[in-house]
């Protein structure tokens, strides 16, 4: 019964790769109870998924939170729709702020904590109600909110909040708390100290450091000019909500504490002097300002300005390895310019890796070097001889190979920085070879030697670490052995045995599966024999110096066979490798198993565990690839164009030598610092014919000293006797069967091996894949209306798979929706992700219109993500202009909208919610030039600002320049639109000669 159940498993498991997902029911018997174990932490296979990503779940769906706040008490509810077992749900609230009476569908529920959050735990999927309560003396500033929440209502003291001011961390800001000043409460105080970091770059950077130490009650301070004149801001980092108003005023809401705000701005032009004038700051007396060099733009010297001990003053710790001084009211900071640029660039920074083939009979080596890092000076490499140079590329280019006239030294011409060099080379017939071969010094040097099979490198110099060597590889306990095991034959038998064992140990040392601390047993029984009288005792250590005898004979008969065998046919020291055809046939595997699934061998095949993982390994790699060029084609379609030229009739570019692609035996080396280009390196080799006749030595040797050490020499003085060896080896392997069958009982009793409840696992948690995969939603089309403070989106989803979740248009970051329709009711469940301040909505199979309401922000600018971009859109607007909307409804993948003021328009209305402004944002353009037979441009713009904010603006081209990228061109001018979290963006052209 138990062989037809491990049969029955092993068809199970053997079967695997074309069978279907499983249900619980069809798992065999002895795996059931195992169900829950493999299922633990996967639970999550039936949750809805994102329409572009299977492996994207979205396993809880939160409703709109209703949060209502009192004088001294709060309320909140919420629906939850939960598609998993075993599910934690997190709580409005924190430490300062607990719920109370917390109810799941009206029934009192148990409240835990994780990570300073209230929690409940959902033990089965369903739909649950979730209410509580809050005390407290007075409305707090802020209370968390639960990270995936989506939709929120909140009211204060009876006054509806329109647009609830929300960040980035959860934390909802109720500007009501601590308004009013209570008896005892502490005066307001406000002490500033301000520290300023001038970095020279280009353009210049100013970081503001304010530290604040607040006291009295919660208020909002206009603190003064966070940003100067003709400075930009960059980047805000607050402790505390603030915002910069459009005239650089810096605006926040204190409370007390201490607190500390950094602002980054840019300034407009080039600096010469930087003037302090603190009615136009921050209003203090004094402010410590720190200049940070760049002197590889250019060099100055600061005048004007009172140099301090940054040690002794109480800025950053970071910006206390830079000048300090300390500015008083009017001094003026002057920059007075020694040099500009860098006439004496810092020393090239090459690093070599460098791979040899030794040939097979020995005479001469192939050699590939790749260099990489950077170069500042001379823009040539040439290779010294005797190495011939065959073949050069840089950055992956062919390149042609030349000699300078009177020059012996062929090389390339460089036109990088930034070298990526791959040379193959030859070297014929050289007792010394160049360590680096090339006319630099290199920062770093190391590399490998090849050896084809029966050689072996006895010893190297001139190389500073290479441990792989015959003669490097003895330590002081090898040579103790060795000079102990000699000695000891010597003592016992006579001298010449002494010099017999000392060439056999010699020669067996570093030898693979040779007998090694064997010999010591064998010899300590020999010399107790000599010493001990005859007797119990005696006859105890006679048997002990059998059985060490009988694994001496046990270890060198293999041994001795391998050395014959490998000595005539070198190749087969390492039968479980081939020369140069391993990677070629895994590769094979691989791509025969990814054709036979793409040729349908079944929609729901899998590459089983089964196979090797290395094999696994270079599917998985294949697949990754060929999903990445679905994903990147256009990307890669813009690409190819650099890379897709004419052919030149005339050019000539070498060959090379040609460089073996066989592995055998490998050896490391490597230097500690710097190499200079003259420096020499030599290797001595034992050659196949000489391992052969060592190996033959040690054989001889070995059986000679077997010879000694059994007895034969020494019989005919102390009457050694042969007789018990058979009966010491037959012992041996008594016990060595009986450790097989112990260990054997042991395996059978570790069922199920890991591997078959791998698989288990796979088939209960795999998912039959969508046919509509890896898309199964789109929107044909999107209607907005905007007007006032109001913002009115209808958007169209059709789903193509049940319980499909799209991401909805905005981002919470910059505009939060009050109503969510599907097809003209209440959504059930609205996800928010954390990560991206996206909304996504789950949707059933079908057509699906969705509407989606909200009030908009007091801002003059406000960005629309579509991260499920509609095919058409249509905007209807008043009294704001619109962004991002081309001819026949194309939009891109954000839309602006500007608010369009007027001289009646109360410009200084506040709003009754603190929002934070945005900055404007700030890039940097790099064009790449392409001088090949067609010229070409690569321009990449990025981010310098911090993401988190839409992008749009145009960039001219140059004269010439002619856009082959699919993107928008409007009057010499591309139209860029990058998303919030868009770091790049690019595009290639070419450029008329």
Not at 69 to 85: G, I, L, P, R
Not at 294 to 311: F, T, W, Y
Not at 339 to 360: C, E, S, T, V
Not at 983 to 988: A, E, L, T, V
Request: hydrophobic content about 40%.
């Amino acid at each position: 019964m138990k062989k037809f159940v491990y049969i029955l498993l092993g068809l199970f498991y053997a079967c695997s790769v074309f069978a279907e997902p499983i249900s619980k029911e069809d798992v065999p018997e002895p795996l059931k109870p195992w169900i829950s174990w493999v299922l633990h932490g996967d639970k999550d296979v039936v949750c809805p998924f994102a329409y572009n990503d299977l492996s994207k779940t979205i396993c809880i769906w939160p409703s709109e939170l209703n949060l209502t706040f009192q004088k001294n008490s709060a309320e909140f509810s919420q629906k939850w729709e939960v598609f998993s077992d075993e599910i934690r749900i997190t709580l409005p609230g924190n430490n300062k702020f607990w719920p109370q009476d917390v109810e799941i569908n009206g029934k009192k529920q148990p409240v835990g904590k994780r990570k300073g959050s209230p929690v409940v735990f959902i033990k089965e999927p369903g739909e649950y109600t979730i209410s509580g309560k809050f005390q407290f003396d007075h409305i707090p500033e802020w209370i968390k909110i639960p990270e995936h929440t989506g939709l929120l209502k909140l009211a204060i003291k009876g006054k509806k909040i329109p647009f609830p001011n929300m960040d980035n961390q959860g934390k909802l800001w109720l500007k009501q708390g601590g308004k009013n000043k209570k008896a005892g409460e502490k005066e307001d105080k406000l002490q500033v100290k301000v520290y300023r970091l001038i970095r020279d770059e280009i353009p210049l950077l100013q970081v503001t450091k304010v530290d604040l130490y607040v006291s009295g009650k919660h208020r909002e301070v206009k603190l003064g000019k966070a940003v100067v004149d003709n400075f930009i801001p960059m980047r805000l980092k607050s402790d505390l909500p603030a915002k910069i108003e459009a005239d650089g005023n810096l605006i926040l809401q204190a409370r007390p504490g201490k607190w500390t705000i950094e602002i980054t701005s840019r300034h407009k032009g080039h600096v010469n002097e930087l003037h302090f004038d603190p009615s136009i700051g921050f209003n203090v007396d004094e402010e410590v300002w720190v200049f940070e060099a760049k002197n590889h733009l250019r060099i100055v010297s600061i005048e004007g300005a009172a140099q301090i001990d940054p040690q002794q003053t109480t800025i950053p710790e970071r910006w206390k390895k830079f000048s300090a001084y300390l500015m008083y009211p009017d001094n003026t900071m002057r920059f007075v310019e020694k040099k500009r640029g860098d006439p004496l660039p810092a020393p090239d920074q090459l690093n070599l890796h460098r791979i040899l083939w030794l040939d097979f009979d020995g005479k001469g080596y192939s050699i590939r070097d790749s260099i990489t890092g950077s170069m500042t000076t001379g823009w040539r490499l040439e290779m010294t001889p005797p190495v011939e140079l065959g073949r050069v590329t840089v950055q992956g280019r062919e390149q042609f190979i030349t000699r300078l006239k009177g020059s012996d030294k062929a090389g390339v011409e460089m036109r990088y920085g930034n070298v990526r060099l791959e040379a193959e080379s030859r070297l014929e017939d050289a007792d010394n070879i160049p360590a680096v071969g090339w006319d630099r010094d290199f920062h770093s040097v190391k590399g490998i030697v090849n050896l084809p099979p029966g050689w072996t490198l006895f010893d190297a110099t001139g190389i500073d670490h290479i441990r792989q060597t015959w003669l490097k590889q003895w330590t002081l306990l090898d040579m103790f052995l060795v000079l102990i095991i000699s000695l000891a034959v010597a003592r016992l038998y006579s001298w010449p045995w002494g010099i017999i064992a000392l060439a056999a140990m010699v020669l067996l040392n570093h030898e693979i599966d040779a007998p090694r601390w064997v010999w010591l047993n064998l010899l300590t029984a020999i010399a107790l024999l000599r010493v001990v009288p005859k007797g119990k005792i005696s006859s105890m250590i006679n048997n002990y110096r059998m059985i060490c005898l009988a694994c001496l004979i046990f270890i060198s008969l293999p041994f001795m066979v391998n050395q014959i065998r490998t000595g005539i046919y070198p190749q087969l020291e390492r039968p479980w490798q081939q020369i140069g055809m391993q990677q070629t046939q895994q590769w094979a595997t691989a791509g025969k198993v990814a054709r036979d699934e793409d040729k349908g061998y079944g929609k729901k095949t899998r590459l089983s565990s089964t196979l090797p993982k290395t094999i696994q390994s270079l599917q998985q790699r294949m697949k990754e690839e060929a999903v990445s060029e679905d994903i990147d084609y256009s990307y890669n379609q813009q690409a190819s164009q650099l890379k897709i030229k004419r052919l030149d009739p005339n050019a000539k570019i070498q060959t090379g030598p040609g460089i073996p692609n066989w592995q055998w035996r490998q050896i490391n080396f490597s230097w500690n610092g710097p190499v200079e280009k003259n420096q020499e390196i030599s290797f001595v080799f034992i050659s196949p014919f000489m391992n052969l006749v060592f190996a033959v030595l040690r054989v001889i040797l070995l059986a000679i000293l077997i010879y000694c050490l059994s007895g034969a020499v020494y019989a005919k003085n102390s009457g050694f006797s042969f007789s018990s060896i058979k009966n010491s080896i037959f012992s041996i392997i008594a016990v060595l069967f009986l450790s097989v069958i112990v260990c054997q009982a042991h395996a059978d009793n570790s069922f199920p091996p890991e591997k078959l409840l791998n698989e288990l696992k796979l088939k209960l948690t795999e998912k039959d894949k969508p046919p509509c995969a890896p898309n199964c939603a789109s929107s044909p089309r999107m209607k907005v209306r905007i007007t006032g403070n109001q913002l009115d989106i209808r958007i169209e989803f059709h789903s193509l798979y049940p319980d499909t979740a799209v991401p909805l248009p905005g981002s919470v970051q910059h505009w939060l929706p009050q109503i969510v329709l599907i097809d003209g009711k209440p959504v059930s469940g609205l996800y928010r992700e954390s990560s991206t301040g996206y909304l996504w909505l789950k949707i059933p199979e079908g057509i699906h219109q969705i509407d989606i309401k909200g009030t908009l922000p007091q801002r003059d600018v406000v960005w629309l993500q579509l991260p499920l971009k509609p095919l058409y859109v249509e905007i209807s607007s008043e009294g704001w202009s619109v962004d991002g909307l081309y001819d026949n409804g194309v939009a891109d993948t954000q839309l602006q909208f500007t608010r369009i003021r007027t001289d009646n328009d109360d410009k200084t209305a506040v709003s009754e919610t603190f929002e934070p402004g945005l900055l404007p944002p700030f890039v940097k353009i790099t064009r790449i030039f392409h001088l090949d037979l067609d010229w070409q441009i690569e321009t990449i713009v990025s981010r310098v600002t911090p993401a988190g904010s839409a992008i749009a603006l145009s960039v001219p081209l140059l004269a010439g320049e002619s856009v082959t990228s699919d993107i928008r061109v409007e009057n010499g001018n591309v139209l860029l639109n990058m998303a919030p979290d868009q770091k790049n963006f690019r595009w290639f052209s070419s450029l008329k000669i």
